[in-house]
């Protein structure tokens, strides 16, 4: 998922214009004023994973919840679809 979403934002929202953080399990997002955190968590042995997007924005909350629609909970869908990776 960190991959993915990664290369999302590094191809297809901002190039070469903002930082992508990865750790385990987490990936921070800063861009556009707002700073977005995506958490993989749960018991992967017990294949019950589950995923936290939390959001610190000075935007709109409509700018807001558009934004992660458009580039995170997509890319997040794509990926579960994914015949390779699927959820």
């Not at 990664?6 to 399990?25: G, L, M, T, W």
């Not at 939390?54 to 869908?77: A, C, G, M, N, P």
Request: aromatic content about 8%.
């Amino acid at each position: 998922m960190q991959v993915a979403l990664y290369n999302h934002f590094q191809k297809d929202v901002r190039p070469k214009a903002i930082f992508c953080k990865s750790e385990k399990n987490l990936f921070k997002i800063p861009i556009d004023g707002m700073e977005i955190l995506v958490e993989l968590a749960g018991d992967e042995m017990k294949s019950h994973l589950f995923i936290d997007i939390l959001v610190r924005s000075s935007k709109s909350k409509l700018h807001t919840l558009q934004f992660i629609d458009d580039h995170v909970l997509s890319q997040i869908e794509q990926l579960c679809y994914a015949p390779q990776v699927g959820c």
